[in-house]
Each structure stands twice: as structure tokens, then as C-alpha cells.
């Protein structure tokens, strides 16, 4: 079993970089990546020096991530921003912890996929179906063109069509622009599988797609 | 793949992939265009406040309760690795207790599945639990196991060993002592040959109730071996 489990990390770990289909994801911007001197880097760091304002301007500064992602993988805002309140609360609790400052993007995505998965799991307890959720998703105070609009509910809509773990695959990856590598550590599986859900997903989204008249 | 493709000019199956290729190339540039869309509207502002107030809340808490575990989080931390590793342990040492064949432990237990176990080894012959004298009335069907499978060669140690036994199945009934045979409620009835040698009754039904009536010494028993 370890001896699986070591094969496979090494297969992923050479190959970060590389997309699930050729050509795709070769120039796109991860945003962050490059973490030396990252400002929410060294907000933590001042927070966990004691400085109490860095909290706050750390949390002001991601929120609009972490809410994206809540919001993209359950479709509901007020979900979205009660898994965005779990997601920091956790963050003010364990933050002085974090032993690697660095990992604080990582942190917040894995924490973030961990708390939508719980709400998720709830919404569907309490039999509200995704649907009829994500029909209203785009129509709630989102500003733009109604060509905009109308693109945005059908992609969102699409996304609904997919499993959860696609639909996390296709956000981190494909919306969020994180590297594969970052998207397997924030679903906790490895490389292999986030590249197995991503290429289902994308033709699986392109087939949703199409049949409600976009086609990319 | 791709090389080979070009080299034989391209052909279906290659412009096939290629257009796919290009279609998720720009469903992909769709979607991280819809990236920034999702306002949070003042979400963070809210989030900020609700951080703060459960902090707060949070402290007052612990400044109230007090006591010598008052903000210390390695409490906090350590309790559950203790409380979880000693309740697996607590949970390890039950199930043993409670595992009915185990050669030590309270036998008969749990309750919801009864047994009746005679135990010939060592001669032991177990009343378990005490029948009532009304079960020891002519009129009720018994079960009989004389001297089923307890040869010499194979009783191992026969001091005292009990070669019959008579054994029944009751359940609190409309009869006139009170007690209803049961035994069409008995779904094992086994004797086991080998080292342990007993009968065993077991019924499913947690009502029924299973009485050793009489147990007999084997016959034949060498004196040495303990017999008459």
C-alpha cells in the first residue's frame, strides 16, 4: 500500500504543470504562485506577531476568494457566505498555528472546499434541490450586460449539472486557475485523480453547455 | 500522438481532437473570464463583525467559566487525542467482554440473544439462570441431548462430565404456571464435540428463555476419571 501510495506522489509531483488535455492551462495565471513577499503572507505573519489589525486586513483582503469559491460550489449566497464565516473563524483559531506562513493560500482553499462540502451535504439533507437554487444563482446583484448575464446563469446552471467533486475540480482549476498540484491538496486526492474529474468534467460541461445554445 | 497526426497530414480522427482541443481551450478562457463576477456585496464586512463577535463571545466564556484549564488551548488540543484513544480503548475492552465464545468474561451475556450453555468440561454443569420449580412439570415438551457425541476417545476431560442433559425453552405464556413452550423458537441447538463440549440452545428471540432442567453423570466413567 505505501509502496502505491509513493508511486503515485511521485508521478504527480513531476508534473504539476501539466494539464489534462494538451495545450490548455500552459499560459495561465495561478496568482499564487509566486508567494515571495505575498502581502497576505506577511499580514499572517503580523498577525501572528501580535499585530490584532492584521486579522482583519487579511481576512478583508481574502474574503473575496473565499466567498467566490464557496459561492461557485454551493450556488447559494447566503450558504456561500455562512461557509466564508466558518472558513475564518477557523483561520482566527488555528491561524496562530500555521507553521508555514507560505501555506496560507492552500490552508484557506482546502478549509474552504471542507466547509462548502459540509453545506453542501446539508442542503442536500434539507432536500433543496441544486437546481432550483442555481436558477436564481446569477439573478441576485450581479452587475453586466444581459448577454453577460444570460452567459453567466447558463454556465453556472451547467455547473450545477455536475457532481460535487467534478464541480470542485472545474472551480479550482478552471475558474480559479489554481495548479493541479494546489487543487489536489485542497481536495486532499491526489494528481492523478483531480486530472481523471477534470477532463470528465470539462466534456461533461461542454455537453451541458451546448445544449443550452453556448457553444465556446 | 500528435506528431504522428501531422505526419500523415491530419487525418479525421486528429482534426477531430484538435477542435475538441480548441473548444475546451476557449470554454476554459470563458470561465476564467466569469471569474471576477461573484460579488460578495458587504459579505466581508458582515464576516469581519461576525469573527470579532464570536471572538469576544468566545472570551467571555472562558473568563467566566474559569478553572486551571482557563485558556489553554493544549488542553483544548490534547483532550480529544486522549478522550479519543481511551474511548477506542473502552470500546475494545467491551466488545471483548461481550464476545459470547470468549473463554473468560461473563458468559450468557448480552441478554438479547440467550443462551444456555452447559459446560461438561471439568465436570461443571451450569444452571444458568435457576428454573423455576413449575418448569419441572411432566406436562412440558423437553429437549433431549443423552449422551449425543461424548464418547471416551473424544470427552478429553471427563471428570464428572454430565452425558445428558435436558434442557427447554420457555416464554412468559397464558398457561396455567405462567410459562409457554418455546421451543419452535430455538434456531440453534448444537453439541459441540470438540474440547469445549457442550449443548448449546440459542433462540433470536429476546423473550425466550432457555433453562437447563437435568444433567445426568456419564455413564461409565472410570473411577480415576471421577464417575461412579
Given at each position: 500500500m505505501w509502496k502505491v501510495r509513493t508511486f503515485w506522489l511521485v508521478l504527480s509531483s513531476g508534473d504539476t504543470a501539466s494539464p489534462v488535455i494538451g495545450g490548455l492551462g500552459q499560459s495561465e495565471q495561478s496568482g499564487d504562485r509566486d508567494r515571495d513577499g505575498d502581502p497576505l503572507v506577511e499580514l499572517l505573519r503580523a498577525w501572528q506577531q501580535g499585530d490584532p489589525d492584521a486579522f482583519d486586513a487579511l481576512m478583508l483582503r481574502m474574503h473575496g476568494k473565499v466567498f467566490r469559491v464557496a459561492y461557485r460550489l454551493l450556488g447559494n449566497r447566503s450558504e456561500a457566505e455562512e461557509a466564508a464565516q466558518d472558513v475564518f473563524w477557523r483561520l482566527y483559531r488555528a491561524g496562530r498555528k500555521i507553521?508555514?506562513?507560505?501555506a496560507l493560500h492552500g490552508w484557506v482553499y482546502r478549509t474552504t472546499v471542507n466547509a462548502a462540502r459540509s453545506r453542501g451535504r446539508r442542503l442536500e439533507a434539507q432536500s433543496e434541490t441544486a437546481s432550483m437554487e442555481l436558477a436564481a444563482w446569477s439573478a441576485d446583484g450581479e452587475v453586466g450586460t444581459e448577454d453577460r448575464l444570460v452567459l453567466r446563469e447558463a454556465v453556472q446552471q451547467a455547473l450545477g449539472c455536475l457532481s460535487p467533486k467534478e464541480r470542485e475540480v472545474v472551480v479550482l482549476r478552471d475558474i480559479e486557475g489554481l495548479e493541479i498540484a494546489d487543487v489536489a491538496s485542497a481536495m486532499r486526492v491526489f494528481a492523478v485523480t483531480v486530472r481523471t474529474h477534470l477532463s470528465r468534467a470539462r466534456l461533461k460541461l461542454r455537453r451541458e453547455l451546448e445544449q443550452r445554445g453556448i457553444h465556446p | 500522438m500528435r506528431w504522428r497526426f501531422k505526419r500523415n497530414g491530419g487525418s479525421p480522427a486528429a482534426t477531430e481532437a484538435d477542435a475538441l482541443r480548441r473548444a475546451l481551450q476557449r470554454q476554459r478562457a470563458l470561465l476564467m473570464d466569469l471569474r471576477d463576477d461573484v460579488a460578495d456585496e458587504g459579505a466581508a464586512e458582515r464576516t469581519r463583525r461576525y469573527v470579532r463577535e464570536r471572538a469576544r463571545a468566545e472570551d467571555d466564556r472562558r473568563k467566566s467559566v474559569?478553572?486551571?484549564?482557563?485558556?489553554?488551548d493544549w488542553f483544548q488540543e490534547r483532550v480529544w487525542v486522549y478522550g479519543g484513544v481511551g474511548a477506542v480503548v473502552a470500546v475494545v475492552v467491551i466488545a471483548l467482554l461481550l464476545l459470547p465464545d470468549a473463554t473468560w468474561g461473563p458468559r450468557g451475556f448480552p441478554p438479547a440473544v440467550l443462551t444456555a450453555e452447559v459446560l461438561l468440561s471439568h465436570g461443571v454443569a451450569r444452571r444458568y439462570p435457576e428454573p423455576p420449580d413449575e418448569l419441572r412439570s411432566p406436562g412440558l415438551p423437553r429437549l433431549e441431548r443423552r449422551r449425543e457425541g461424548y464418547s471416551r476417545e473424544n470427552a478429553g476431560s471427563r471428570r464428572e462430565a454430565p452425558s445428558s442433559v435436558t434442557a427447554t425453552a420457555v416464554t412468559k405464556g397464558e398457561s396455567a404456571h405462567g410459562w409457554q413452550h418455546a421451543m419452535n423458537q430455538v434456531t440453534e441447538i448444537s453439541v459441540e464435540r470438540d474440547g469445549s463440549r457442550r449443548l448449546r440452545l440459542r433462540s433470536e428471540n429476546p423473550k425466550v428463555v432457555i433453562y437447563l432442567l437435568e444433567s445426568e453423570t456419564m455413564e461409565g466413567a472410570t473411577k480415576e476419571d471421577g464417575g461412579e
Open positions: 507553521r508555514e506562513p507560505e | 474559569g478553572g486551571w484549564w482557563d485558556g489553554r
